[in-house]
């Protein structure tokens, strides 16, 4: 878990967020908040800390409270230090209806955390979400851009597995392959 | 097998790409929508009897044609791709398989509403379908079917995808126009309405994916041949998203007035219950609306055939009937809850309140930790009785509609289901340990 963060973008974060401030009429370009904490979200360790939002504001002549209040709301963002995947299980009805409890019970067993806590390592960070539009897959979870769907037990051993050997730094839900202008 | 007008490309290898979906008739509607006036194609998707496939059910042409046209204001189209309502995952789907279905649409409903600039407001989670319409979006540019003078036609527009950043309430649609401007998701109070002042306070309509992307379709076959399909006032296909108990779940696209007899049971649909199971309960058209038990989900209370239709499914209003609503349909065995269901449903009803009213912030918390206390072996014969007062102190009583759908699953759940609530109640030890779901080992054996 890093707690110090470089808070600046790369420069093809800030080409990116220049690209999409563009998208909106003129003098509208405040719009463009929710895609760039996004992208601040993924260039910053996976979560955004005052700093990180005040960056934000700046480069998107803001005023910090403006991010803070909708940074805040959103249930995407961050507002603490994360593991390098976070795991977010679907926990709503048709999911719950297929097993979702036991998703949860046997990541938690497996990992030895308990939702909302990160793994000593700092490698994961077990969160549960609200429906994420994949019922006919159900039970589901998400870590950074991917679905993981029709899980069993089995299943998420594997994707576990993989990820704690193939994750050297964090991912997010915007991935750093697609920051690009 | 019914018509097919959205899915009938999805099993076209590379149908995401521009090259691809044109070979498959892709773009032609809009060609010729093009030689159309706008006020033609506005005309021809109010005889088609399209009505909004987010859930409302709101004949689309009708919408369309409330968008102010005088005040010389620019005006936007914002297609919402924010889905999120629990048991709904066609939006999804379509954009994922087929972006350029929906694009096509988007184009030619803002040539339809006279808008220039345009939004696809998909919610965050869905970053990676994000990636794909973008892609696909620029495919567009290139080719021409946007940006300045499209096709020669001097008609210009400007298309842009926007994600959110995870938050249910952002599919009511002025609390999606609060969220396209850099905002919390707080709703708007209505009027006025997006058609008078909506983005930017200037006209807006804003149209669920699955409305807009049956565009192409009607500009193709024409609104009356269009309104042949379908029953009474449901025109026309619609995708369902069948998930829950049953062998096959998946979206479906489905001609409105199929028997959902047929849609339960039929190997072409759901394909029955799994592990030959009996069906209990079916929340139709979305968590929010009403649950059946078995009976009133296969006949109406007067006995007829229960059909997929706007009309049918609403019969007997909410004392025997529910909604389509967005076509998000939860199949739930004999070994479900219902208990234990509604605190999941009440749940997130109150994890996702905006808590901009007080009857919704203050009672979506109340009916979960009622619920919770029933569930924890705490709850009276009162607090059934509680449950029904609080929903109807919420029901009607706020801004938004989100007060309404947290209402009305705890109404039809105690409505339908008063006894299990009432057996709970008073012999918690008998439900605390049941599995009603399936567990893992017993899932890999039935399938």
């Known amino acids: 878990m890093e707690n110090k963060q470089h808070i600046e973008f790369s420069a093809d974060a800030l080409a990116l967020a220049k690209k999409l401030m563009g998208r909106y009429p003129e003098g509208k370009h405040k719009s463009a908040i929710i895609p760039i904490l996004h992208i601040a979200q993924s260039e910053f360790g996976g979560w955004l800390s005052p700093q990180g939002m005040d960056y934000v504001a700046k480069i998107m002549d803001l005023q910090p409270i403006e991010v803070y209040e909708v940074a805040s709301f959103y249930s995407m963002f961050n507002l603490q230090p994360v593991g390098k995947c976070v795991i977010e299980v679907c926990r709503t009805g048709p999911c719950w209806l297929m097993g979702a409890e036991d998703i949860v019970n046997h990541i938690e067993s497996k990992l030895n955390i308990k939702v909302g806590e990160t793994t000593s390592d700092g490698m994961f960070t077990l969160k549960t979400v609200e429906c994420l539009a994949a019922c006919g897959g159900a039970p589901m979870m998400q870590v950074a851009e991917k679905y993981h769907e029709d899980l069993t037990f089995a299943k998420v051993d594997t994707i576990l597995n993989d990820y704690q050997n193939n994750t050297k730094t964090p991912i997010s839900h915007w991935s750093k392959d697609k920051i690009k202008p | ?447």
């Open chain 2, 1 to 447: 097998m019914g018509k097919k007008l959205l899915t009938e490309h999805f099993g076209v290898q590379g149908i995401q790409q521009l090259q691809v979906y044109k070979q498959h008739g892709g773009y032609a509607s809009l060609e010729k929508a093009l030689k159309k006036t706008p006020d033609e194609i506005v005309n021809e998707v109010m005889t088609s009897g399209l009505r909004g496939r987010g859930g409302a059910g709101f004949p689309t042409g009708r919408k369309w044609s409330f968008i102010d046209k005088k005040s010389g204001k620019p005006r936007y189209l914002v297609c919402n791709a924010d889905e999120s309502e629990p048991g709904t995952f066609k939006d999804r789907y379509l954009m994922e398989v087929n972006p350029h279905l929906l694009i096509e649409g988007m184009i030619i409903s803002s040539f339809a509403l006279g808008a220039h600039l345009s939004y696809i407001y998909i919610r965050g989670e869905l970053l990676y379908v994000y990636h794909i319409l973008e892609k696909a979006i620029a495919e567009a540019y290139e080719a021409g079917y946007l940006g300045k003078n499209i096709l020669g036609t001097g008609y210009d527009l400007e298309l842009y995808c926007h994600p959110g950043g995870g938050a249910y309430i952002c599919g009511e649609e002025t609390a999606l126009i609060e969220s396209l401007e850099g905002k919390r998701g707080n709703p708007r109070i209505k009027p006025p309405f997006p058609a008078i002042s909506g983005l930017y306070n200037n006209p807006t309509v804003v149209n669920n994916v699955e409305s807009i992307a049956t565009v192409p379709a009607i500009i193709a076959m024409g609104g009356e041949e269009y309104a042949k399909i379908g029953i009474g006032h449901s025109k026309g296909t619609k995708l369902i998203s069948a998930c829950g108990h049953i062998k096959k779940p998946g979206i479906y696209e489905i001609e409105l007035g199929l028997p959902v007899e047929e849609f339960i049971y039929s190997d072409e649909y759901c394909g029955g219950i799994r592990g030959g199971r009996k069906l209990k309960a079916v929340v139709a058209g979305g968590s929010s609306v009403p649950i059946l038990p078995a009976e009133l989900i296969l006949k109406t209370e007067k006995g007829e055939p229960r059909l997929m239709s706007y009309e049918s499914l609403s019969d007997g209003g909410f004392t025997s009937g529910t909604m389509l609503g967005s076509g998000g349909f939860i199949v739930m065995d004999e070994t479900t809850s219902i208990v234990k269901n509604l605190f999941n449903f009440t749940r997130f009803y109150h994890h996702e309140s905006c808590g901009q009213c007080s009857p919704c912030r203050e009672g979506t918390a109340w009916m979960e930790k009622i619920l919770h206390r029933i569930l924890h072996g705490h709850g009276t014969l009162k607090d059934v009785d509680l449950l029904w007062t609080l929903q109807k102190n919420i029901d009607g009583k706020t801004i938004c509609p989100l007060g309404d759908a947290a209402a009305w699953p705890v109404a039809s759940a105690i409505r339908h289901f008063r006894s299990e609530f009432e057996d709970f109640v008073q012999h918690p030890e008998k439900h605390l340990d049941v599995k009603h779901y399936f567990n893992q080992i017993e899932k890999k054996e039935l399938a």
